[in-house]
């Protein structure tokens, strides 16, 4: 059942943001926002990123006109504040999950993307590309990790969801 799927993807994304912001917290306010060569500009701002993302399909999904608009935005200078927003936005997508319906994500939603053009797409979809939205980000965090004398943190899903 697609429902469970995506359940379980949250409470994967729940932990995987565990062991990633724990990782960060090796790392130096200025190592966390340090440029390097990645898309958002740093690990803070991919953090912050994610953040956008998250709220962004969320509000769409809730029935809320959500434009993509201010996807660079630093919602949270502080680190610490925004660990703890990240926590907080972890549990709200875990009872987003569990409240999924066949229903719903058999239904389409109407939302207009970060060019400008109106979609109308399948739920499955883009709860679907909601989850891989964050894994993706994720992963060049990882890469950025990389480039830092702290080690990267396993998020293999498998290693992270098993018992």
């Known amino acids: 059942m697609l429902t469970q799927h995506f359940q379980l993807l949250a409470k994967y994304n729940t932990l995987a943001n565990r062991k990633l912001y724990e990782a960060c917290t090796q790392l130096s306010d200025d190592e966390r926002k340090q440029t390097r060569p990645a898309f958002f500009k740093s690990i803070h701002g991919t953090l ?72 109308n797409d399948p739920v499955d979809l883009l709860v679907a590309h909601f989850f891989n939205h964050q894994t993706h980000h994720r992963g060049q965090i990882h890469d950025m990790f990389s480039q830092t004398t702290i080690a990267p943190p396993s998020l293999d899903m498998h290693r992270i969801i098993r018992p």
């Open 48 to 119: 912050n990123h994610i953040m956008v993302g998250d709220r962004t399909w969320l509000g769409r999904f809730e029935g809320k006109a959500m434009p993509s608009t201010n996807l660079e935005a630093i919602l949270y200078d502080d680190f610490d504040e925004l660990w703890q927003v990240r926590q907080a936005e972890d549990e709200r997508i875990e009872n987003f999950a569990a409240g999924l319906t066949e229903e719903f994500l058999s239904s389409s939603i109407q939302y207009t993307n970060n060019s400008g053009r109106v979609c």
